[in-house]
């Protein structure tokens, strides 16, 4: 199983960035897929999940209102669309998937990961 992440780069505060995750080598249907970040000297943190069948989706509060998560099914791709981009969006971004129980919010209940993409917004 791959999770290749990819759209990283610099870009100014307020601008967008789009993140890509492509999943090779199984199918994820019925569970969730999210993207969580890693800023320089902090723990990795929730950004967003989205359910690979139903299309749910969660949030952290950061990302609300700014972040939009989604997926093509034909492509196996989740997305991740950045708006408004602050500087403390900085981070390595990484997309994972489970097939785990438990809540979505918990990068432990995750058992597939990509390689991670950085993502630096300039003030």
């Known amino acids: 199983v791959q999770l290749q992440a990819s759209g990283g780069g610099l870009v100014q505060a307020g601008g967008s960035l789009r993140l890509f995750c492509e999943v090779s080598g199984r199918t994820f249907s019925g569970y969730p897929l999210g993207w969580f970040r890693q800023a320089p000297g902090k723990e990795r943190e929730f950004v967003a999940t989205?359910?690979?069948?139903?299309?749910?989706?969660y949030y952290a509060d950061s990302a609300k209102g700014r972040f939009t998560i989604s997926r093509d099914n034909a492509k196996n791709t989740v997305y991740l669309q950045m708006n408004s981009l602050k500087p403390e969006d900085t981070a390595v971004y990484y997309c994972a998937a489970r097939t785990l129980s438990g809540s979505v919010y918990y990068d432990g209940n995750y058992d597939y990961w990509g390689q991670g993409t950085l993502v630096t917004v300039s003030s």
């Open positions: 989205i359910n690979w069948s139903s299309g749910s989706t």
